[in-house]
């Protein structure tokens, strides 16, 4: 039978026989054995970063998130300023510089600011201690590696890569920082947010018993994209439109559910080593990239995690977690239940003014982020949660490219892949890449009259036996 024209080599890269050089594979933690009396401590949270002396960050990248990021670092505590912005757009960097002087009534120096695709190396070199990282994730393993190569600490957005030559660049990168003394945080603020990390202390202490399976969900709504302008160019629309293209997101099982798969990689302490997947193109309108995928991820030790995720409107939505153990389950947040369904632990919330609890924490995680990355770099103790991201963006590459092809796609052949996303030349003009949606399997192709006629001659024979078969 024809195979598709779009080949696993497209997705997957050219797998190599031995290990990549200089990239430190990570530990799979194969027991998730947990001790009932075990006693997990974890840090204290502060509400606000300790005061000390100014601290200037520099945004690269200086869109929505990117400029709320901004908001969210000033927001963390004393003495802290943005002293540099970056984006390769003017008006972007406008825009941003526009709303930190409105919101926090902070003046961007116009030197500092500045557009193109080298706007990264130049906020890097404007005298920043930070540098926050919120452009599109393609660009994040270059961004990455500068700002360390720097020594500069960092706050980098997840997904830190899109594709696996690129998530092992950061682990590498991740390798250099922790020996330098680099403090990072990588956006996966659910690791920061109070009432998940109480539940992750409970599940460590034992209190469900062994992890047994799982499932994660970001099933949402349509996010948004950006119509062609007849101004821009291919390049430009498709940066302005970078939820919708695989090699600028990774796709949205990486740029967006990477949140539920690192839950389950944090409360695991383990991550999946295999993926089995699908997923489809039904409503999107720009792009390369599915709306929905469903992927069965199994860890080395053989519990399966379900993992499902969409984009389309008026459709039933979830964003959560959702983990078994041997002797409950809990939703990673806020509630954990014995096996008869009956409440073992609830988070408590703080109360309002009435007395009722207020079902959100005291302070916002994606403020709470910055606050522990100030603390990390003013008390010294430096913390650096790149590697962990790495690991997590990798298994989203993983289950996107299991559903590109409907093949079984492992972890070990994510760390031995050279695929490499994205044009080898960055210019505003034309995009010198592959832009079909991805069709799992093998084409369907009609036989042809010899075949027709074999098939018929041979279901005429096996006929045949059949009735001899019965006359004796």
């Known amino acids: 039978m024809k195979k598709s024209s779009i080949s696993r080599r497209n997705f997957l890269g050219k797998a190599a026989t031995v290990g990549v050089a200089g990239v430190i594979v990570p530990t799979i933690i194969t ?13 204290a949270f502060l509400d606000q970063a300790p005061d000390g002396p100014v601290l ?49 009534n902070q003046e961007v120096p116009a030197e500092n600011c500045f557009v193109g695709f080298d706007a990264y190396q130049k906020v890097i070199d404007s005298g920043v201690d930070i540098v926050i990282l919120a452009t599109p994730p393609f660009f994040r393993p270059e961004h990455l590696a500068a700002a360390v190569a720097a020594k500069k600490h960092i706050f980098a957005e997840k997904p830190v890569a899109v594709d696996p030559t690129g998530a092992r660049s950061v682990m590498a ?27 992750w202390q409970q599940v460590q202490q034992g209190l469900i018993g062994d992890l047994t399976g799982g499932n994660v969900w970001w099933n949402g709504g349509k996010l948004w994209h950006r119509d062609k302008d007849a101004s821009w160019s291919e390049m430009e629309w498709m940066i302005r439109d970078w939820v919708n293209w695989t090699w600028l997101s990774g796709d949205h099982i990486v740029e967006q559910h990477v949140h539920n798969l690192d839950v389950a990689h944090w409360f695991f302490g383990a991550y999946p080593v295999k993926a089995v997947g699908m997923g489809s193109r039904l409503r999107r309108v720009t792009g390369d990239q599915y709306d929905n995928f469903s992927i069965d991820y199994v860890m080395e030790s053989g519990v399966h995690l379900h993992s499902m995720c969409r984009q389309i409107n008026g459709c039933a939505n979830n964003v959560s977690e959702r983990l078994q153990g041997t002797k409950g389950s809990t939703n990673c947040q806020n509630t954990i239940l014995d096996l008869a369904g009956a409440e073992l632990w609830k988070y408590g919330y703080p109360l309002d003014a009435d007395g009722k609890p207020t079902n959100s924490v005291s302070v916002d995680p994606y403020v709470q982020e910055h606050i522990d990355l100030v603390t990390a770099i003013r008390t010294g103790k430096v913390f650096n949660e790149l590697e962990t991201t790495a690991i997590s ?51 369907y192709v009609p036989p042809t009259p010899e075949q027709l006629a074999e098939q018929a001659k041979r279901q005429a024979e096996r006929a045949a036996q059949r009735a001899a078969q019965t006359r004796n």
């Open 56 to 104: 200037k960050a520099g945004i690269i990248g200086c869109g929505g998130r990117g400029t709320g990021a901004a908001i969210n670092f000033l927001n963390a505590g004393p003495n802290l300023q943005v002293t540099a912005l970056g984006d390769t757009f003017q008006d972007r960097v406008d825009n941003c510089k526009a709303r930190i002087l409105k919101e926090k």
């Open 393 to 443: 963006t990798m298994v989203g590459i993983m289950g996107r490219i299991s559903a590109y092809t409907g093949k079984e796609t492992t972890y070990e052949e994510m760390m031995n892949s050279d695929l490499k996303l994205g044009p080898a030349v960055f210019a505003f003009g034309p995009v010198d890449i592959p832009k079909e949606v991805p069709i799992a399997g093998e084409a």
């Open 173 to 199: 990168t991740a390798k250099k920082a922790e020996g330098m003394g680099l403090s990072i945080a990588t956006g996966t603020q659910r690791r920061h947010q109070r009432d998940y990390v109480a539940n």
């Open 31 to 43: 027991s998730c054995a947990r001790e009932t009396k075990k006693v997990v401590e974890v840090p």
